[in-house]
């Protein structure tokens, strides 16, 4: 499975930018898409996910700024970043997880794409 990451780039703070991931094709079943992000020398962080069952995680530092959707149909997930802030600058990673069969758990990383917000 690949995962194409798109919609990174440079925003001023307060700006807003989408970023968007599609998976190459569908495994047995996804328990989560979701957004991680990576700033040098520090550990990668979970931004945002959202469950098959619809539910979503927000880090605290992105509550009511972000917001995650999934397509199911399309077996795509977005990110709408709003208010940006100058923290939030890093590379934005899409990630599934999932089974390919009912025993074998799997994960997936998109190829990572820059976020930049200038203060």
């Known amino acids: 499975v690949q995962l194409q990451a798109s919609g990174g780039g440079l925003a001023q703070a307060g700006g807003s930018l989408r970023l968007s991931c599609a998976a190459s094709?569908?495994?047995?079943?996804?328990?989560?898409m979701g957004w991680y992000r990576q700033v040098p020398g520090k550990q990668r962080e979970l931004v945002a996910r959202?469950?098959?069952?619809?539910?979503?995680y927000y880090v605290d530092s992105v509550k009511g700024r972000f917001a995650i959707a999934r397509d199911n149909a399309k077996n795509t997930v977005s990110l709408q970043m709003t208010s940006l802030r100058p923290e939030d600058t890093a590379v934005y990673y899409c990630?599934?997880?999932?089974?390919?069969?009912?025993?074998?758990?799997?994960?997936?990383w998109g190829q990572g794409t820059q976020v930049t917000v200038s203060s």
């Open positions: 990630n599934q997880e999932g089974f390919t069969d009912p025993w074998s758990r799997a994960t997936y």
């Open positions: 094709e569908r495994i047995f079943r996804i328990a989560s």
């Open positions: 959202v469950a098959s069952d619809g539910n979503t």
